[in-house]
T-cell receptor, first 115, second 105 residues
């Protein structure tokens, strides 16, 4: 596709449930980022992939959060045992840069609400 | 811990004025410096990037970088109501909290 695609656009779940958020980057972009954005805050870095590997996962808040990118394209962010505090917009971005220093192209985000 | 700090504002300027947005960062080895604009309910979009010390101009926008002071700024000249948005500073993929700018007609 022409841009970064994220699905679902909205997800409502109950506390304790498991959630998967998907990101399909721009074709040819080797770098892929996940961010979490709460209302009134800037995007909070979660994880950065270069190809299939996580080059930096220092932003993952705890072991309930996990992300994969098995073929170096589509990525899935997985959240186990969701908590109300996980409610936020999850943004995915991709970049052509192989050094982590390039322009980021964002998807429209996945809004997660944990009841 | 790589941190990026911005004055959260809000910043309000009259139409036609200069808006000045500031950002500092903690990692002295940082290499890439970006300004993104985010309208309410939308995703961030690129305004400008700068990699070297000094000024970089693009139309009404000027980015300034001072690596010794670990400081980045964005100037918006002839501010327009359509510039009203949150401006995000990003350093090597890390974002600040954003500064909300309102340009009043």
């Amino acid at each position: 596709g022409a841009g970064v695609s994220q699905t679902p656009s909205n997800k409502v779940t109950e506390k304790g449930k498991y959630v998967e958020l998907r990101c399909d980057p721009i074709s040819g972009h080797t770098a892929l980022y996940w961010y979490r954005q709460s209302l009134g805050q800037g995007p909070e870095f979660l994880i950065y992939f270069q190809g299939t590997g996580a080059a930096d996962d220092s932003g993952l808040p705890n072991d309930r959060f996990f992300a994969v990118r098995p073929e170096g394209s589509v990525s899935t962010l997985k959240i186990q045992r969701t908590e109300r505090g996980d409610s936020a917009v999850y943004l995915c971005a991709s970049s052509l840069s192989t050094s982590g220093t390039g322009e980021l192209f964002f998807g429209e985000g996945s809004r997660l609400t944990v009841l | 811990q790589k941190e990026v700090e911005q004055n959260s504002g809000p910043l309000s300027v009259p139409e036609g004025a200069i808006a000045s947005l500031n950002c500092t960062y903690s990692d002295r080895g940082s290499q890439s410096f970006f300004w993104y604009r985010q309208y309410s309910g939308k995703s961030p979009e690129l305004i400008m990037f700068i990699y070297s010390n000094g000024d970089k101009e693009d139309g009404r926008f000027t980015a300034q970088l001072n690596k010794a002071s670990q400081y980045v700024s964005l100037l918006i000249r002839d501010s327009q109501p359509s510039d009203s948005a949150t401006y995000l500073c990003a350093v090597d993929g890390r974002f600040g909290a954003g500064t909300r700018l309102t340009v009043k007609p």
